[in-house]
């Protein structure tokens, strides 16, 4: 993460200013107003601004005239229920806004999450900083086999060396013709004033994908844990989970109630299908059960067990 | 709009409690934050929370790292630029969160609103008060003739006088029945004890449109806009119109630059079709045009008439 | 349900007309297009419109160049996939649009998907037949004590009749005002001349919520098996539940290989939480586990016990 | 465009196969179902599912019981009423479903409209083609000096030739080493045994912004309609103009009656804003009225001027 001396001045002088409200506040969350969370190479995450607190939950969901709380064990105890009832509805009714500097292939995945607000700062409309991912070399990963979309082991040091030298040789020679085809320096004046230069909204299709933009995000917390119960999920690509986690460490500061409350009934717990029950049933019943007389597929007899037997060791 | 000494008392504790926040806050609204507004004769609109001003607007088109303002012309400049061009997703960065009391049939208009978040008040799990939308006399109007969805002039003093009395008399009816169904007092418990009394959820079906349920609404500021640009319209039925002018002083209060730029370029804006503005190219042209040469309906024509020349008497 | 002879000959005539096309179609659906599903006493359900079937999932999975389809397992097994891995997007690559008709108050219910088209008939714009819901005898059911919105057993004959009459007296006096304040007969001419008749959007407001208005509907398919998820669950009231098993019986038409998908991984699978999981697991390797022990509130608790035992008799 | 043998065969054996329905039908539409209309060096559209017709509109609108339609002047009348009155919702009634190849700085500005369903191509599953996008040497222009995200007028050849040289050979650098990095043939056998090559979904991060995957997209008509608006306007880049324009094209063969109301009243129309109006007004009562005296910033002057004096030059 790579912030400028002006940046960091903005930060610190919205950082350094406060003022009186009569709405729900965080202290957790104020303490890190406007801060910047690294994440990946050049990546962060900054809260930027926040609606609501666990109590306006409640306060939703019983519709009330005032703050709306009661005992704190009544009130964790409703948002408890609402969350494993599915009572998406009280949920919607606190909102979060994060500044987020990710690579553009994080941002595709990102961005098929509709529910959410973006403004997102235009290669049409500004020139992009220097600054691709390069992962670290643990991270360069061969194909799975058993996973079409998924990563297996590490590669062995050299070829994740000669990797990782191609990514850095290309998206440096990407952005030196970028930054060529534009010609113009950081102040828009001509680099050579015997060319035009192209269109920004042009020069940009020369970027490669680990190219960081940043954006602006707002999304509810309803569709806020629906995002982290997908992205934050084994099965998401590495780099955008990196982001998840992030985004969970604030989910515990801003709401912790309602964080717990998602990793019992989400995050940790497990959706099993009808057949799937039904091993459960015969296995508690006193039954041997093998995959062969399951009627379960290969690769959901495997994850049933990793769910019944986690200390079995490998879930291959 | 009636508020019981609880319900009363709860607002006043909410008003009484601030904290500091790092966040944009609105003086405006927080000197009104939690009060009710009153709407119609027992309805109301209730700030209970939001997120940014208008400053949020441009911090988020300029995807900023601190507050992102600049001088107060340049800033009102690119909200107007913003709204003119229809960029809407900077306008998606604000919040509010109301607290509304309105009667059903008002209810079901608001909520064909998708973009939004609703808790109401169900009437399957509670009681519902004995409140029912009676209109002023002078609302009781006929059925217009030349807009099959709206009123004309009131109804003379006799008519009108019975139409109220039969609206009275059937809720009344109806809840007293509501109420003998349920067979339960204030606090459960039976009022006869020889029956068991009807399930809420049944009950209530026995209650007419214009029963007042509650609900919170959360929207964000371009979702708002757009809501009032619809229900404040003339073609908006009475009673949604009265609670879009109170959400329309909340805008006001809210973001007042915002606010000017949605009068400007939308409330008092107009939309002119390819034809309509070919006659208005002849006009300037110094042709004469007619309705019958010009390629508009009549409507459309009286429509364009009233837009071109509004001092010019009634747009009949 | 009550379709006049005029609603009946175009429903004829819709269904004599065939035409050739080179989309997906399925002819268990074309079979029943444009018919009415009686549901409750007045209320029906009509497939008006469809687009794609089971083959249009996988195509859309593929982003194939042709019909996409491969052996019928294969296609099969890939639909459970998705389903299994909540990947939805598929899912919404099939759409179908319904005509129905249904009591106010389901209405309400149901309108809270958000992510659906509709177009209801207008009590604003057209007067509203005279129809109401009202409940056969055996659905007259009492207030649940241990759920606050749920009905428990029905009522006794004699309470159970006393409340049908009220809901029928009530609604016809209701209904009947109604037509007397609007004073005008089926062609809109006035009943009485010598008075003017409401407007119709003030004479609907003294309308009953079990008075039937009618709409079109238009969701996509995993829209609509989410709406079914909610609504044909046991928490939800009965009415909305009669016509989710319509809908279900739709699905099971239109996409037999998806409706079947999601019986398996949906309907009648069952989501864990944390800690009954750790429940099962303590009981898999033969612990004792009381509910004191378990760490489980008493109707998590019985939801579980009812989910691992379903033959134990009642989860009371 | 290019399209191998096996997808012109399955796009064959598509096209040779129809069925009867009894669904709305489009014969325009029908002629083209499946086809590819190319768009920019190697993107298509091709139209691969639909619901509806102009007289599903109607049908909606009146939520008939049949067809729905009356005389055809009637039906165009009511569908330039819902078009002029902005009453979106029965648009929403119809629905297509389109293949589309685009290249991924377009695909990042398309998916920017959130209600529509996409189902892309994974480069986290599959390897991508060779395929980028080089502009025509008549596209490559320079940044526009009044507005900061559009371009000037062409370059001139040298720098043009430049431009293009630069894009091709970055891209195909970056291609060869993706194809390098990943190690495998067409079949996934890898090309040099001594590797293992790095998983799909990193080594896609080296590709560049012009590279073309492709996706399912599925819109219903008001959203599609929107889009168009959006991006068929002067302001948005010439590329997904492009693709706009083919769009409009299917607009017109799907549901003319609605695409001539949709010109008339949108494309072809104007927004005024409250002081452009008052400008209009004074200029209909023979007053001279200056930019500065007129209330409104250049470019609004500028803007109305083109609109209201067409034919006097350029809007400059």
């Known amino acids: 993460m790579t ?14 200013e406060t003022r009186e409200t009569g709405r729900a506040t965080v ?8 801060q910047p969370f690294p994440v990946l190479d050049h990546g962060f995450v900054r809260v930027v601004d926040y609606m609501g607190d666990d109590s306006s939950i409640v306060q939703a969901a ?23 009832h599915r009572h998406t509805s009280p949920f919607e ?6 500044h987020v500097k990710l690579p553009i292939f994080v941002a595709r995945q990102w961005i098929r999450h509709r529910t959410a607000s973006v403004n997102e700062y235009s290669a049409r409309y500004s020139v992009l900083d220097r600054e691709v991912y390069i992962p670290a070399a643990g991270h360069v990963a061969a194909q799975a086999r058993d996973n079409k979309q998924g990563r297996a082991g590490a590669l062995d040091e050299t070829e994740a060396a000669e990797v990782l030298d191609i990514l850095r040789a290309d998206a440096r020679r ?18 050579d004033p015997a060319r035009s230069g192209v269109a920004r909204e042009l020069a940009r ?14 999304v509810d917390l309803h569709n806020f844990m629906h995002f982290l119960a ?14 998840a986690r992030t985004l969970l460490d604030i989910l515990d500061r801003w709401v912790p109630v309602t964080a717990a409350a998602f990793r019992e009934h989400r995050l940790d717990g497990a959706h099993l299908s009808a057949t799937a029950l039904d091993v459960v049933r015969r296995l508690l019943a006193g039954d041997t059960v ?20 986690p200390h079995d060791g490998s879930d291959a």
Chains 1, 2, 3, 4 share one sequence.
């Open 3 to 16: 912030l400028d001396a002006d940046q960091q001045a903005e930060i610190d002088a919205a950082r350094a």
């Open 27 to 34: 202290p957790g969350l104020e303490a890190v107003l406007f």
């Open 62 to 84: 019983r519709v009330s005239y005032g703050r709306g709380t009661r005992k704190v064990s009544e009130d964790a105890g409703l948002i408890n229920y609402l969350m494993r």
């Open 93 to 98: 009714m606190a909102e979060i806004k994060l």
């Open 174 to 191: 990407c952005h030196d013709d970028y930054e060529h085809m534009l010609n113009q320096d950081a102040d828009g004046a001509p680099l």
């Open 205 to 218: 299709i020369n970027l490669t994908l680990n190219t960081y933009p940043q954006w602006y995000w707002k």
């Open 230 to 243: 997908l992205r934050a999920h084994p099965h998401a690509q590495y780099e955008i989970r990196a982001y």
């Open 290 to 309: 093998t995959r062969e007389d399951s009627g379960l597929g290969r690769r959901e007899w495997n994850e049933l067990m990793a769910v019944l037997y």
